[in-house]
């Protein structure tokens, strides 16, 4: 059992104010896990003031881009070569398969070199060339940090969520307050030994576990410049009413509901492939799964036997197991949310083809679920318009091109999904129609390179790449007499 009884707060084990050690306990058999000591709004007070004279006294600011990419290179490596216990910690504590939380250590790797090669390209000073040739002075345009981050993430992909937001602040200069969730502590205290040793000077990064009432004190204190969330639509709202009476700074991940076009002339059998993990991977928690199907009325029968087959196909049961491909939902109470969801859809009407609301047998110890497919499913049902956050699919039939892209925008979200068609040409001018920040063709991977974020109540900024950099930047213009 792990024992954590301290937090990291500006790049020191401390003593929490609060003594009491949380349970972290075993989505798959309820066994405990370890004890992690957990923040409460005096650990931020004292987090944000470390930051606030690691910003505005301290030597971070003021280093070259060069020697802050350094660090952050140390900080990946140092990552990389404990990734089988980083997956395996994930794993343990989330309920993800031990296939994803392995497969997504290459994809954290490419997620910090897009950032490190977007800060090499950078033009963090520049000298403007002049609209107007005559004008007697220059024009400078400098890219500074914007001061203190509070950067709050969900539980769903710790290592991944943390990455997007504290390599681009630190890349550019901040100081920054991780706030985590408690399922998470385990993990992200792995991630406060990795950057305490990668050598951040002190003050610039606390990582701290936390309930959502810390989180709130976090995101309103007055010492705090900007806000990065990744979570719930609902709580985002919440942050941009925060953010707005304080003009702070603020960007937003928030929900998906993303729909799979599959074009009339797709391959299908590459179709299943692709959606068993753009559909169903990581349990079916994670906000950019494709879980409606938008399928032709002159193949849908063939989709839904297709699908069928597939979700019938997962292992469900303990995430440790390399076979594994659904594990359990993190906590008894998500558990709950997803079957509540499988009985509604029930009741709205879908026709429920495999799957239901019971207990896979023999896992009944464990937070788990059975992986649902409703086909015959409208647009306009509760399960096909809100994020259930669980392995449950839903196939709805369009008419048309048209008709196709028309169910896939209606929808509050906009945040991701797919086109699949043997027309690569074709299937990228329907793609272009769907309003959403990210769409991938023909089961293509997620670009690091390119921003990432959401249109509508998905959320607001982007992340990955120059423009996720960008966006813990200030811009200053400054123009001299030549």
Not at 9 to 25: K, Y
Not at 100 to 122: D, H, I, N, S, W
Not at 197 to 218: C, N, Y
Not at 303 to 326: C, I, N, Q, R
Request: proline share 6%; charged share 20%.
């Amino acid at each position: 059992m792990i024992v954590r009884d301290k937090l990291y707060i500006g790049g020191a084990w401390v003593d929490p104010a609060d003594p009491h050690l949380l349970d972290i306990r075993s989505p798959h058999d309820q066994s405990l896990l370890g004890r992690v000591a957990q923040a409460t709004t005096a650990d931020i007070d004292r987090a944000v003031a470390v930051a606030r004279t690691a910003f505005d006294h301290g030597p971070w600011p003021h280093t070259t881009p060069e020697q802050r990419q350094a660090v952050i290179q140390r900080l990946n490596d140092l990552r990389e070569a404990r990734a089988d216990e980083v997956a395996a910690a994930i794993s343990a504590e989330n309920g993800s398969a031990l296939w994803f939380t392995r497969m997504g250590q290459p994809f954290l790797t490419r997620q910090v070199t897009a950032y490190l090669k977007a800060a090499t390209e950078l033009g963090w000073e520049e000298t403007i060339e002049p609209s107007d040739p005559t004008a007697p002075y220059d024009t400078i345009v400098r890219r500074e940090a914007i001061g203190v981050v509070a950067a709050v993430i969900p539980w769903n992909s710790p290592f991944s969520a943390a990455t997007a937001k504290i390599v681009p602040a630190l890349l550019a200069g901040n100081t920054v307050v991780l706030k985590v969730s408690p399922e998470n502590s385990i993990s992200m205290m792995l991630l406060a030994d990795l950057c305490a040793e990668a050598g951040l000077p002190e003050g610039v990064l606390s990582i701290l576990p936390a309930d959502r009432e810390t989180s709130a004190h976090l995101v309103a204190h007055p010492g705090v410049d900007k806000i990065s969330f990744t979570g719930s639509t609902r709580a985002g709202r919440q942050i941009a009413s925060t953010a707005g009476a304080q003009l702070k700074r603020v960007s937003l991940e928030l929900g998906g509901k993303s729909a799979a076009v599959i074009l009339d002339d797709a391959d299908l059998p590459a179709v299943v492939q692709g959606l068993r993990f753009g559909s169903l991977g990581n349990n079916g928690e994670a906000c950019i799964l494709q879980t409606r199907i938008l399928a032709p009325r002159s193949r849908y029968q063939e989709v839904v036997e297709a699908l069928t087959s597939l979700v019938e196909s997962l292992k469900v049961g303990d995430p440790s197991d390399p076979d594994t491909f659904v594990g359990p939902m993190i906590r008894p109470d998500q558990q709950q949310r997803v079957i509540s969801y499988i009985e509604l859809g029930i009741a709205e009407g879908a026709r429920l083809v495999t799957g239901g609301p019971s207990v896979p047998a023999g896992l009944e110890r464990g937070n788990y679920v059975t992986p649902t497919l409703f086909a015959d499913v409208d647009n306009g049902m509760r399960i096909a318009q809100e994020e259930i956050f669980g392995p449950v699919l839903a196939v709805i039939a369009y008419d048309d091109e048209d008709d196709a892209v028309r169910i896939a925008n209606d929808s509050e979200y906009g945040l991701s999904g797919g086109v699949w068609s043997a027309d690569t040409e074709r299937a990228l001018a329907v793609a272009r129609r769907i309003r959403t920040g990210t769409v991938t063709i023909n089961g293509s991977p997620m670009s690091f390179d390119g921003p990432f974020g959401g249109y509508k109540a998905s959320g607001i900024g982007r992340e990955y790449g120059m423009v996720g950099l960008s966006g813990y930047l200030e811009y200053k213009t400054v123009t001299r007499r030549r």
